[in-house]
């Protein structure tokens, strides 16, 4: 976030966010809703050094983002980011049951049904609100995952695909 105040390239406001995009002309509009869901490699500072971005390998001690709202230390950061993401599902269905868009498009990092909860709260956003596409990323492939997928895709019909800009040789 805080990379948005050094450069015009990057537009990243808040943690998670909402942009309104209309289509008069096409007869149609968009919610776009940007979830963060860091809290799925958020973990206690001494375990899984290379995947951890609380971890203690990786980050000083007197490590503290504060600065950019972000958590005061090392040994706060795992609840921070749990904590924001109990705050962003409250916020996201509140939002999406406003909604009057054509389309509900949800945005995150983390990639398809990875949402803590086995798909389920996916699929609830999709059943309850309407959610129509989930946009994903952090593998270094790319995956469509249709609705129709049963065998896999436990989100209600919710069609995911993972963007696979993650870089490496895969992508």
């Known amino acids: 976030i805080a990379y948005t105040w050094a450069s015009t390239r990057w537009v990243m406001p808040a943690p998670y966010y909402m942009v309104h995009v209309g289509f008069p002309t096409q007869s149609f509009s968009a919610d776009i809703y940007m979830l963060d869901t860091n809290f799925l490699d958020a973990k206690d500072p001494p375990m899984d050094s290379e995947h951890n971005i609380c971890g203690a390998a990786h ?74 596409l989930l946009v994903t990323g952090h593998r270094h492939d790319q995956e469509l995952w249709e609705g129709s997928a049963t065998y896999k895709n436990f989100m209600g019909g919710l069609t995911c695909f993972v963007t696979g800009g993650g870089g490496g040789i895969t992508s």
């Open 59 to 132: 980050n000083p001690p007197d490590a503290d983002c504060r600065a950019a709202d972000g958590p005061t230390s090392v040994a706060t950061c795992k609840g921070y980011f749990e904590s924001l993401w109990q705050e962003q599902k409250i916020w996201i269905e509140q939002k999406m049951a406003q909604s009057t868009a054509t389309w509900r498009i949800v945005v995150t990092h983390f990639p398809c049904g990875e949402d803590g909860e086995n798909q389920a709260f996916y699929r609830r956003l999709r059943t309850s609100h309407g959610l129509d």
